[in-house]
């Protein structure tokens, strides 16, 4: 049974800080690229961030310098480092794993940043 399980959201103020998790289970974690995607009350969900196999990174442009997606193929986590956060980062941040024909999504973690 795939699982991505997300965590670390929370309410911040704005410039603060939040780290996410994402710990999988169930996948071959070291073959899939993972990102994370977000969803804003009334928009649509948002790619983030991806991460390749080999940890390249690519990033929307709303949060390039600000947010950092990193790895880990020993634990078979990723991570969300989100610093200098702006109340418009506020969303619903999911986790993604995908090799083709895959695709899993975890169930998502609030972040609200207050202004």
């Known amino acids: 049974q795939v699982q991505l399980v997300e965590s670390g959201g929370g309410l911040v103020q704005a410039g603060g800080s939040l780290r996410l998790s994402c710990a999988t289970s169930?996948?071959?974690?070291?073959?899939?690229?993972m990102g994370w995607y977000r969803q804003a009350p009334g928009k649509q969900r948002e790619l983030v961030v991806t991460?390749?196999?080999?940890?390249?990174?690519n990033y929307v442009d709303s949060v390039k310098g600000r947010f950092t997606m990193s790895r880990d193929n020993t634990k078979n986590e990723v991570y969300l480092q989100m610093n200098s956060l702006k109340p418009e980062d506020t969303a619903v941040y999911y986790c993604?794993?995908?090799?083709?024909?895959?695709?899993?999504w975890g169930q998502g973690t609030q972040v609200t940043v207050s202004s």
């Open positions: 169930g996948i071959i974690f070291r073959i899939f690229a």
């Open positions: 993604n794993a995908y090799q083709y024909p895959y695709n899993y």
């Open positions: 991460i390749t196999t080999g940890g390249s990174t």
